[in-house]
């Protein structure tokens, strides 16, 4: 069975992220979304909410498993006995980072993990949580980026509606 981990902060999952979750688990039998547990950044929802709104979000998805993990990937991979890392890239801004990363989990594997890049749908290449938590914050529309209950919930942290 062919397994990849999608990590990432997903704090909260955009439609970005659930385009590239929905390809990757056509092509992989099960495909773990683990959310990362960072200590170094102040998330507006909470591992446990972010895992509760992933499971939700994709619920009509059988092969997909939601974790959490924290500390370093290539450890947490190795635990579960998966060998490929999934990661979305939008622009060259990503890819600097996200070669960076590839290349030292690579390294930090000992040359067994290794990172496969789904390129963006071009409607979402601009699309990123940072982002719609910021519009969010002033009340602005965020419908057609997130799921609508996920919207509900982002406006909710904000005391809006
Ligand atoms: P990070 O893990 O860097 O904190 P995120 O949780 O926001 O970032 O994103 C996890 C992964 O999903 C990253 O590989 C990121 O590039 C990718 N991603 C985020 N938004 C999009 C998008 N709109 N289209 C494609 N990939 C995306």
Known sequence: MKTAIYPGSFD?????HLDIIRRAADIFDELIIS?????????LFSVEERVK???DATKDM???RIE?????LVDYAREKDVHVIV??????????????????????????LDTMFFTT?????????TTVKEIASYG???SGCVPEFVAELIYGKFGIR
Request: charged share 20%.
């Open 87 to 112: 990661r979305g890239l939008r622009a060259i801004t990503d890819f600097e980072y996200e070669l960076q990363n590839a290349q030292t989990n690579r390294l930090l594997s000992g040359e067994e």
């Open 62 to 64: 059988p092969n997909i």
């Open 140 to 142: 602005g529309d965020v």
């Open 35 to 43: 959310v990362l547990n960072n200590v170094r950044k102040t998330p």
């Open 68 to 72: 959490s993990f924290s500390g370093l």
């Open 53 to 55: 709104i992933l499971e």
């Open 121 to 129: 749908s071009l409607q979402y290449s601009y699309l990123s949580s």
């Open 12 to 16: 909260p999952v955009t439609y970005g």
